[in-house]
T-cell receptor
Framework: EPEVTQTPSHQVTQMGQEVILRCVPI?????FYWYRQILGQKVEFLVS????????KSEIFDDQFSVERPDGSNFTLKIRSTKLEDSAMYFC???????????FGQGTRLTVV | AQKVTQAQTEISVVEKEDVTLDCVYE???????LFWYKQPPSGELVFLIR??????QNEISGRYSWNFQKSTSSFNFTITASQVVDSAVYFC?????????????FGKGTKLTVNP
């Protein structure tokens, strides 16, 4: 069964460093999302991406964040200068069209020290 | 604004008991979608069900069933004859708009522990 793949599963980084979280969505999907979940809290929407551009973003998704689909298969989330409060599980999701459910990757746990 | 409330933070049951997880939502849209996701201890989010606002029929899938009531803005989830493998955090979520795959607004989740 096709699945959304995220790498790495766990990343530890120093405050102020840049990180790139990678996702390979399901191959025929067209809509892509990033969500985050601070430990023990609810899952929060960050950004949606369609047709090579951001279609919606939340207040969390400030100038420190950016997304890219560099090569037609990967979908990346970059955090330019990490802060302690960026420590969370980051989930990538994809969907074929707007009428079907989103499938989530297994998540990347980001720890900022 | 959209809002999803899962009032039960944690529930603990003994295996084979039935358990119902509550979900109450708020939306101004007439077209919306409701979801349940399971997050086992391994951390991934597993899709369980999607229901659109025009379909109030209850759904049963094995030991799982869902009760959607627009009159009370609720979309409750029942596990019959619970098993230890059902132990997880369960999230209810809402999306608005005709597409049904717009951004999801999640509740805070209910942690279910099924004891042997």
């Amino acid at each position: 069964e096709p699945e959304v793949t995220q790498t790495p599963s766990h990343q530890v980084t120093q405050m102020g460093q840049e990180v790139i979280l990678r996702c390979v969505p399901i191959s025929n999907h067209l809509y892509f999302y990033w969500y985050r979940q601070i430990l023990g809290q609810k899952v929060e929407f960050l950004v949606s991406f369609y047709n090579n551009e951001i279609s919606e973003k939340s207040e969390i998704f400030d100038d420190q964040f950016s997304v890219e689909r560099p090569d037609g298969s990967n979908f990346t989330l970059k955090i330019r200068s990490t802060k302690l409060e960026d420590s969370a599980m980051y989930f990538c999701a994809s969907t074929m069209d707007r009428n079907t459910e989103a499938f989530f990757g297994q998540g990347t746990r980001l720890t900022v020290v | 604004a959209q809002k999803v409330t899962q009032a039960q933070t944690e529930i603990s049951v003994v295996e084979k008991e039935d358990v119902t997880l509550d979900c109450v939502y708020e939306t101004r849209d007439t077209t919306y979608y409701l979801f349940w996701y399971k997050q086992p201890p391994s951390g991934e989010l597993v899709f369980l069900i999607r229901r659109n606002s025009f379909d109030e029929q209850n759904e049963i899938s094995g030991r799982y069933s869902w009760n959607f009531q627009k009159s009370t803005s609720s979309f409750n989830f029942t596990i019959t004859a619970s098993q230890v493998v059902d132990s997880a955090v369960y999230f209810c979520a809402l999306s608005e708009g005709q597409g049904g795959s717009e951004k999801l607004v999640f509740g805070k989740g209910t942690k279910l522990t099924v004891n042997p």
